[in-house]
Structures are given as structure tokens and as C-alpha cells.
T-cell receptor
């Protein structure tokens, strides 16, 4: 149990276009989903916290107009990178916190490799 | 403020040798602590977690960690390394507020020599 999927696993897009990444909790409902960015050989950097039915909260320094997050249901959150540039190329990982659990545990998706050319 | 420090960006051991990955935390209240493993181009998999129950926590794949409040440490160990253990390991602490955000250490890459 507690499986999180991401789609797509890899995407290549041209500079100036937008890309949407989906994060789904497959066998549980997620009150909260988190979006991280990871640069090569580095740790995870939290970008934003997404709560179902409400606006996402962004970490300091993350452009909310560039990284649009929607959490429309208890099993789906999406991250849209708008007007992508090469510096947005990175590994994006989501995680989901199960509803009705108080142990602070998060389950991570497999990640999405974004390359902007 | 809470923080996590992982000593050693790279640790190299021989197959069959003891694995010790170090993690020290800073927290004003009893923390929730986690160890995650990441294989190349993959997400994170939970190895084990400390949630204020037993101080010695057993996880998957033969890993365990001991919570030592006096040393503010949560080091990860495995008695005998296997080639398949080669990966990146992250220690994390959960924020004490209601945000449930995780604060990650910088990671330690484990190399296993045949």
C-alpha cells in the first residue's frame, strides 16, 4: 500500500512552453501533497505544499506564477511549469501524506525528469 | 529551528562490512526522524522512522537506527553491506508545527566495493 505515481517520468520540452506533471496517490487519500525539486547530486528542496481544495503555499524564493500547483482531489496534485527555461531543468519529486495518519509519514513518487531545451 | 546534518557526503565500504551513516539533528522538541534511500533516477523509499516509541528502530533491508537524545543523533547501520545497498541515503526530520514538512539532510552516497 501507500503508492504514489508521477506522470510523466521524463519530459523534454522547448524553452517557452509549459509542462504539467501529475502526482497521484493510488491507494490512499492524501490530505497534503508536497512538491520537491532536486538538482544533480543534491538534496531535495521543498518547493510548495499542496492541500486539497485550497491554494498551495510556496517556500521562500519559489515563484508561484511560474510553478502552478493544483490539488483538485484527495488523490491528485499537478505541478505546471509555465514558460519553461533551461534553468528549470531538474528532477521534480512529489510526496503525499495520507489522510487520517498522525505519524508525519510521507510517501514519495518516482520523480519526473524535466529537460528544457 | 530544526535542522539535520549528515556527516560524510560519501561513504565507501566493502561488501559484507558494517555500514554506518551518520545523522545529527537539531530540534527543540522530540522529533520525528526518518531515513530514506534513493536509487538513481528514482524517488525516495522510506527505510525506517522514529516516532518516539522504541529508540532502536528496525527498518527494511536489514537497516536499523538508534535514536540517542543525549547525542542528538539518529545514525543508520547495517551489519553487512550488500552491493544492492549502493544508493543515496537521506536523513530527515519532520517539522514540529502542523505543516508536516520534512527537512532533509544533504545526503550520503554509499558505495559498496566488491
Amino acid at each position: 500500500g501507500a503508492v504514489v505515481s508521477q506522470h510523466p517520468s521524463r519530459v523534454i520540452c522547448k524553452s517557452g512552453t509549459s509542462v504539467k506533471i501529475e502526482c497521484r496517490s493510488l491507494d490512499f487519500q492524501a490530505t497534503t501533497m508536497f512538491w520537491y525539486r532536486q538538482f544533480p547530486k543534491q538534496s531535495l528542496m521543498l518547493m510548495a505544499t499542496s492541500n486539497e481544495g485550497s491554494k498551495a503555499t510556496y517556500e521562500q524564493g519559489v515563484e508561484k506564477d511560474k510553478f502552478l500547483i493544483n490539488h483538485a482531489s484527495l488523490t491528485l496534485s499537478t505541478l505546471t511549469v509555465t514558460s519553461a527555461h533551461p534553468e528549470d531543468s531538474s528532477f521534480y519529486i512529489c510526496s503525499a501524506r495520507p489522510r487520517d495518519r498522525g505519524n508525519h509519514e510521507q510517501y514519495f513518487g518516482p520523480g519526473t525528469r524535466l529537460t528544457v531545451t | 529551528a530544526q535542522s539535520v546534518t549528515q556527516l560524510g557526503s560519501h561513504v565507501s565500504v566493502s561488501e559484507g562490512a558494517l555500514v554506518l551513516l551518520r545523522c545529527n539533528y537539531s530540534s527543540s522538541v522530540p522529533p520525528y526522524l526518518f531515513w530514506y534511500v534513493q536509487y538513481p533516477n528514482q524517488g525516495l523509499q522510506l527505510l525506517l522512522k522514529y516516532t518516539s516509541a522504541a529508540t532502536l528502530v528496525k527498518g527494511i533491508n536489514g537497516f536499523e537506527a538508534e535514536f540517542k537524545k543525549s547525542e542528538t543523533s539518529f545514525h543508520l547501520t547495517k551489519p553487512s553491506a550488500h552491493m544492492s545497498d549502493a544508493a543515496e541515503y537521506f536523513c530527515a526530520v519532520s517539522r514540529v508545527d502542523s505543516s508536516y514538512k520534512l527537512i532533509f539532510g544533504s545526503g550520503t552516497r554509499l558505495l559498496v566495493r566488491p
